[in-house]
């Protein structure tokens, strides 16, 4: 099965001035990750603004992340959907193209039963047997827990071989690795709790801010793996005020205001999400100073 290694990152999508997708920046920046830390692309996740993109835009970014990073790093679709029908086609169509694994999301707004969401992710995996899945858990956005106990039902059909966890809960992540077999990867989906989540048996985190600290988190995780914990906790004190600046408000807001800020033209979030407002903005050009990631104004 596919080792997708320690740092997977949730990749923005880039946009033109007139909000079109910029495949050209997609593809130079999934290549700048791969060098800097990033094992696998996750690629139209929530990160990458999926509500709004089209199934015909997604498509086009996993062809074009794919080939900029061929070699270089793996690449995870995100093809989810809260209609199982969707999700198989979607899943089934990049799966042609030869991506790596697929990102599969709880099924929100309509809030599926623990049965149904079970039942829900077998028919994907069912529908492409070859093609290794990891569930994403993210109850904030979803409304709906994926519960250990139903992950741990999950973590026997073949191909779903991990989960992104992004409840918070680190009471449920234990709960998860106590029910499922080493094998089965659990993924911090939150870039402060990694550290935290590693101690109780994760291997690695879905990370926002990958994009700016790619080869630090990378550093922090083989430094708690190698049993070096003092040095993996200083890395994560010294990166915590960014994690928590690239939450200020709705996730990717901040981290396209700061891309912007480094000078990377990948323009503006799609409505109804918004630009960062001055107090967002001045927060992260303070942080972004201080781990010396723009040169600070003189």
Avoid at 43 to 51: H, L, N, Q, R, W
Avoid at 204 to 231: D, E, Y
Avoid at 249 to 261: E, F, G, R, V, Y
Wanted: hydrophobic residues 40%.
């Amino acid at each position: 099965m596919v080792d997708f290694g320690r740092v997977l990152t949730a990749m923005i999508t880039p946009f033109k001035a007139d909000g079109s997708v910029n495949y050209d920046v997609a593809a130079e920046l999934a290549a700048h990750l791969a060098k800097n830390g990033t094992d696998t692309l996750v690629v139209c996740g929530t990160t990458g603004e999926s509500p709004t993109l089209t199934w015909e835009e997604e498509y086009q970014l996993f062809v074009v992340v794919s080939e900029a990073v061929a070699g270089k790093a793996k690449v995870m679709a995100g093809c989810g959907s809260n209609s199982t029908k969707e999700a198989i086609a979607a899943t089934q169509k990049a799966a042609k193209i030869g991506i790596d694994g697929s990102l599969q999301v709880v099924p929100y707004y309509n809030k599926p039963p623990q049965a149904g969401l079970k039942a829900h992710f077998q028919a994907i995996a069912q529908a492409c047997p070859d093609l290794p899945m990891l569930l994403y858990n993210v109850p904030g956005r979803t409304g709906q827990n994926l519960s250990a106990e139903t992950v741990a039902g999950l973590a026997e059909v073949n191909n779903i071989v991990g989960i992104k966890e992004a409840s918070g809960n680190i009471d449920q992540a234990s709960e998860i690795r106590r029910l499922t077999p080493k094998e089965f990867q659990i993924y911090s989906g939150d870039d402060s709790l990694t550290l935290p989540l590693l101690a109780i048996g994760a291997k690695g985190v879905v990370s926002v801010a990958s994009h700016l600290v790619g080869n630090q988190l990378q550093q922090m995780i083989q430094a708690f793996s190698a049993g070096k914990t003092q040095v993996a906790t200083e890395i994560h004190l010294q990166l915590f005020p960014l994690f928590k600046a690239l939450f200020k408000t709705t996730n990717p807001i901040p981290l396209k205001k700061a891309l912007q800020l480094q000078g990377w033209e990948v323009g503006s979030t799609r409505l109804p999400l918004c630009e960062a407002d001055a107090e967002v903005t001045q927060k992260l050009k303070s942080v972004l100073q201080e781990l010396n990631l723009i040169q600070a104004q003189t």
